[in-house]
């Protein structure tokens, strides 16, 4: 199908490809949704953020392209209140400092939440004098697990979390969590044959869980200043903001649910239990906020998949919070992104580094958890050179999320009815043209590169911004103009 159209400049949706920009009369791609253009004479082009953009009419001859279509993935909803991202995250951070009790602060950068996470067993909270040698024992059982403390132990609060969001009517709902049903959402495979404690799940992955479950219920939080949104009978039922001060359990624990099989001795399968009282009353009350998280955040390996498990939280916690100001691709620096998921450059060689994250980024994009990524001002690093590294730190990254977040969150309402923002879309669109031209003809990397006669990594660099002049780009942008005018 081909058409003349007349676009103006105020149609954000209508994207430039960062190409070289030469002076008058310089033919350009854009990128629409669904849509490829070519044959575009700009007569007056200057660069906004380091994309061109179109200051005058232009007429353009447009064809439709094929539509890119979104990997589908499950979500669970989980807490995104700070108090218990924070939580969460110093989980997977670890540094508990030891004093009186070990303890970690929780509080913001800005100041706006102020907290201390605490170890204290949760075997002390009865009133009841345990005496010395219990205390003794329980006080060794938190010192011999504080490294215990990690991605696992995440992935259980998120799963114990999403259950009780499922069925909870009211703050003090408890629910029954059993081992299987949280290796079950880890997406871990059960022995498909043996009886009682011999099929099923493996004693050592039922172990690991167990030990989660009370290291968690030893976590006590203390809050010192934490602002939040209640109902008020005042001024006509209008919310109000007040700060709150208290101390909480993370997870209560009523009671353990056991067995006894021959010869195995007893056993812990389950647990009646429950978020800690204020987090329950957050999730009931004025304030409660919850995210999407993807199921797949549970399911990497967290040992092998690490980078990408803390990234899929750090996203989908960022996304919800974004949604606000419809700001969700709004790019994010490399240095921030690093100190978030609790990852440090690796001195000896700093492009391991570089290369690790963006081998987790690819991954995400490959499971359907963002859509794409680009970086943001990555001419200014020339890999090798000194200060390179610092220049990198320094650069942004955009990530475009699923459709499915942008769908879910779009009834919620914008902070003082804002419009959402354009310009990360900008940014974004226009880099993601040569990838999906590539993957909507059914192309791999290589088999584009050979028939183009470049490198693979020439092209893979071209896809990712990396290089934007050169024969190795005008050569792709010859051949996507030449197809786009055949189709």
């Known amino acids: ?257 056991t067995k006894n099989e021959n010869n195995d001795g007893e056993y812990t399968y389950g647990w009646v239990i429950r978020p800690g009282d204020v987090f329950g009353k957050l999730l009931m009350g004025a304030s409660r906020q919850t995210a999407l998280l993807p199921s797949v955040a549970l399911e990497y390996d967290y040992d092998k998949f690490a980078w990408e498990k803390r990234l899929t939280r750090y996203f989908a916690a960022l996304w919800r919070i974004r949604q606000r100001a419809g700001a969700y691709a709004e790019p994010i620096r490399v240095e921030t992104i690093l100190k978030k998921i609790g990852k440090v450059i690796y001195e000896k060689n700093p492009l391991r580094t570089k290369q690790r994250l963006e081998s987790a980024l690819d991954n995400l994009q490959k499971d359907g958890v963002i859509v794409s990524w680009c970086y943001y001002g990555l001419e200014k690093v020339k890999v090798g050179k000194r200060g390179w590294c610092m220049k990198w730190l320094d650069c942004k990254i955009v990530i475009q999320p699923p459709p499915t977040i942008i769908d879910n969150y779009k009834n919620i309402k914008l902070i003082d009815n804002k419009q959402p923002k354009q310009q990360c879309n900008i940014i974004m669109n226009s880099i993601l043209t040569v990838k999906d031209y590539r993957e909507s003809r059914g192309l791999t990397l290589t088999e584009l590169a050979r028939e183009l006669g470049v490198s693979i990594s020439t092209l893979s660099r071209i896809e990712r911004g990396y290089i934007t002049t050169g024969a190795a780009f005008e050569k792709l942008m010859e051949r996507v103009r030449r197809d786009a005018t055949h189709e």
Not at 58 to 71: C, D, G, Y
Not at 81 to 98: A, P
Not at 164 to 178: D, L
């Open 1 to 257: 199908m081909v058409m003349k159209m007349i676009i103006h400049r105020k149609v954000s949706t209508f994207i430039i490809t960062p190409v070289h920009i030469n002076p008058v009369l310089t033919p350009v791609i854009l990128k629409f949704p669904t849509i490829v253009v070519s044959k575009v004479m700009c007569t007056d082009i200057s660069a906004i953020h380091g994309v061109p953009e179109v200051k005058e009419l232009v007429q353009v001859e447009v064809t439709k392209a094929p539509e890119i279509l979104p990997i589908d993935i499950n979500y669970i909803s989980i807490d995104n209140t700070i108090l218990y991202t924070q939580t969460r995250e110093s989980l997977y951070l670890g540094e508990f400092i030891r004093g009186d009790l070990y303890y970690k602060d929780i509080s913001t950068a800005s100041g706006s939440f102020k907290g201390v996470i605490q170890l204290k067993s949760a075997h002390m909270d009865n009133g009841v004098y345990l005496g010395r040698d219990r205390m003794n024992e329980l006080d060794k059982f938190i010192a011999d697990n504080i490294d215990g403390y990690c991605d696992l132990s995440a992935d259980v609060l998120d799963i114990i979390n999403s259950l009780w969001i499922k069925s909870a009517k009211s703050f003090e709902n408890t629910i029954t969590v059993t081992v299987d049903d949280i290796l079950h959402s880890r997406g871990l495979l059960m022995h498909k044959s043996g009886e009682g404690r011999r099929g099923g799940y493996n004693e050592e992955s039922r172990k690991q869980i167990a030990n989660q479950i009370e290291l968690l219920s030893n976590i006590w939080i203390t809050v010192h200043d934490y602002m939040v949104t209640e109902d008020s009978n005042e001024n006509n039922g209008k919310k109000k903001r007040t700060s709150w001060k208290f101390q909480t359990r993370l997870i209560v624990v009523s009671s353990r649910l």
